[in-house]
């Protein structure tokens, strides 16, 4: 069973984590997915992981669906529009997108907002927020074009949560609590098209970067 054949999704952030396993899960349910983010096997990011948004494409591919990846800094608008124009070029329309960009390894846990280093935090701000504004400015006209569509916007911590648990360090707390507020306005915009957005928070994840911390790998897991 493929329920999402033929679908067609962007996974904005895919290369790693949370990004590359739905990118994997849509492409088991058959969907067409644009894997994006800026580390390919020529080009690394300033994350300086082996992981690329190639292999990640692979993987969809393996798993029953059609992987494309597409080197974007989602930080640049140009990128974007250009991006969100080969979509609509070789597939006319857009199905899912799900946003899952963000800078975590620029986090200053355990340190107050005056010992931060502020440009390391302002970066931290940018790409877990603004990637997500730029991306859904160039990306929802083409959502909208057909009822159903669904934006997810991925994040750490429920609504809950985090109202009453600080995320130890405040930089990174505001970026998480923004993206679920933007969720939320998201659904309002959405919701007199026919469309929708949710926000996933997916927890303790067995991410390529959660095994290095904690120096395991899938082989001994």
Known sequence: MQPLKDKVAIVAGGTRGAGRGIATELGAAGAIVYVTGRTTRTHQSDYNRPET???????????????????????????????????????????????????EHFAEFDKPIWEVDLERG????????????????????????????????????????????????????????AIIRMAWALAQ????HGCTAVCLTPGWLRSEMMLDSFGVSEANW
């Not at 597409?70 to 140009?78: G, K």
Request: without cysteine.
């Open 53 to 103: 948004i190639e292999e990640t494409a692979e993987l969809v591919t393996q798993a029953g669906g059609k992987g494309i990846a597409v080197q974007v800094d989602h930080l640049d608008p140009e990128q974007v529009r250009s991006l969100i124009a080969r979509v609509e070029q070789e597939q006319g329309r857009l199905d899912i997108l799900i946003n899952d960009i963000g800078a």
């Open 189 to 192: 915009e959405l919701q007199p």
């Open 122 to 177: 302002l970066r931290l701000l940018r790409l877990a927020i603004d990637t997500h504004l730029i991306t859904s400015h160039f990306a929802l006209p083409l959502l909208l074009q057909k009822p159903g569509g669904l934006v997810i916007e991925l994040t750490d911590g429920t609504a809950d949560y985090n109202n009453g648990h600080y995320r130890q360090a405040l930089i990174y707390d505001v970026a998480k609590n």
